[in-house]
């Protein structure tokens, strides 16, 4: 819900192109995961962060933890990227809140 | 590579009627969830637990109750269902030594009329 705000919404990409996706956090958080759910609605786990920034092939990830906001930088955009990604606030317990998703379409 | 397996993968219930979810995780997780995703409201967390025997409320817990009675099984019961229990149930395991990285199951299609 608000308490994990996913901006955009939705996302149409030209393959070949780069974006970000951002979270922006009104809970306290600890770590973050990003995950993307395919088109047959499979959730895929992309990133487990602690505050600091990883990197996976054409995706790359930042946890800013003092500003409370995660983005998630796309890369050469290609058509299996495709779906809707979530990200998640862990407050240091068990639960994981999610945010909305953004529903990224690329196309060819 | 985790595995999650849930089960039924569709069902439809009539209103009033119970029903259980299960779910199977063969990685043994200490931490599972069920979530429910509808259309503008993203992944909601039902219940979760540490452990076998432990359950704990979500953020919506109202109108289920879940069961974990070993390591590797978690169940959703629903006592009576509703027509807005429609949805998209997901089961998760995870491990908070291993950064309780979540694994998703491939999702239960549910369908009160």
């Known amino acids: 819900g608000d308490q994990v705000k996913q901006s955009p919404s939705a996302l149409s990409l030209q393959e070949g192109t780069n974006s970000a996706l951002r979270c922006n956090f009104s809970?306290?958080?600890?770590?973050v995961q990003w995950f993307l759910q395919n088109p047959r609605g499979s959730l895929m786990n992309l990133f487990y962060l602690v505050p600091g920034t990883k990197e996976n092939g054409r995706l790359k990830s930042t946890f800013n933890s003092k500003e409370s906001y995660s983005t998630l930088h796309i890369r050469d955009a290609q058509l299996e990227d495709s779906g809707t990604y979530f990200c998640a606030a862990d407050n240091a317990g068990a639960k994981l809140t999610f945010g909305g998703g953004t529903r990224l379409t690329v196309r060819p | 590579e985790a595995a999650v397996t849930q089960s039924p993968r569709n069902k439809v219930a009539v209103t009033g009627g119970k029903v259980t979810l299960s779910c199977n995780q063969t990685n043994n997780h200490n931490n599972m969830y069920w979530y429910r995703q509808d259309t503008g409201h993203g992944l909601r967390l039902i219940h979760y637990s540490y452990g076998a025997g432990s359950t704990e409320k979500g953020d919506i817990p109202d109108g289920y109750k879940a069961s974990r009675p070993s390591q590797e099984n978690f169940s959703l019961i629903l006592e009576l269902a509703t027509p807005s229990q429609t949805s998209v149930y997901f089961c998760?395991?995870?491990?908070?030594?291993?950064?309780?990285?979540?694994?998703f199951g491939e999702g239960s299609r549910l369908i009160v009329v």
């Open positions: 809970i306290a958080t600890t770590t």
């Open positions: 998760a395991s995870g491990e908070k030594g291993a950064g309780n990285t979540l694994y």
